[in-house]
């Protein structure tokens, strides 16, 4: 089955320094998500990547996929404490009967010092 | 358009108390999905739907059974909770996975504590 590390799992930085955060899969990625969770709340879609050497960007936040699409990585440049929360990568995954779902990493918890 | 609901926000029960969770959905999708997440642990599948009356078991379904007779209800029950069901448990729906621009949509999440 499929699992997916992230690192760190845990970071403090101050408030606008850059950050990346690591998700590496055990198994080709076809399809991989990055979600933000805010303590307390529900998840929230950020990116989705597909292609190898795919790069995404929204505000401050890039995405990118490497070229073995085994590994993704999300920076954030300038970091401001809205910044702040959980961040989740999640892979594309097929169940039974082609059903598919979503293969999570434990999650990277993110502060922002002032 | 609410989205993803999840009924309720915050629970506490006694072992061997039963209770249902509720998630509703707006958006006509086809796939719902339940997840619980625990510290350090990420988010691991319970239960998931393919369509209306249609169920399967995830990566931890033991405790848990789930019903989807109605399109946009996805119930979760627990028959006699043990503390190890602390957790907080999320919904979610897609519409069709084979749409590979689209994404799951995530309830709010429901706060379980088992004493």
């Known amino acids: 089955s499929q699992e997916l590390e992230q690192s760190p799992q845990s970071l403090i930085v101050q408030e606008g320094k850059n950050l990346t955060i690591n998700c590496t899969s055990s198994?080709?990625?076809?399809?991989l998500y990055w979600y933000k969770q805010k303590y307390g709340e529900g998840l929230i879609f950020l990116m989705m990547l597909q292609k190898g050497g795919e790069e995404k960007s929204h505000e401050k936040i890039t995405a990118k996929l490497d070229e073995k699409k085994q590994q993704s990585s999300l920076h954030i440049t300038a970091s401001q404490p809205s910044h702040a929360g959980i961040y989740l990568c999640g892979a594309d995954s097929y169940l039974i009967q082609g059903a598919q779902k979503l293969v999570f990493g434990q999650g990277t918890r993110l502060t922002i010092n002032p | 358009n609410a989205g993803v609901t999840q009924t309720p926000k915050f629970r506490v029960l006694k072992t061997g108390q039963s209770m249902t969770l509720l998630c509703a959905q707006d958006m006509n999708h086809e796939y719902m999905y339940w997840y619980r997440q625990d510290p350090g642990m990420g988010l691991r599948l319970i239960h998931y739907s393919v369509g209306e009356g249609t169920t399967a078991k995830g990566e931890v379904p033991d405790g848990y059974n789930v019903s989807r007779l109605k399109k946009q209800n996805f119930l979760l029950g627990l028959e006699s909770a043990a503390p190890s069901q602390t957790s907080v448990y999320f919904c979610?729906?897609?519409?069709?996975?084979?749409?590979?621009?689209?994404?799951?949509?995530f309830g709010p999440g429901t706060r379980l504590t088992v004493l």
């Open positions: 198994k080709t990625l076809y399809g």
């Open positions: 979610a729906t897609w519409r069709a996975p084979t749409q590979y621009t689209d994404t799951q949509y």
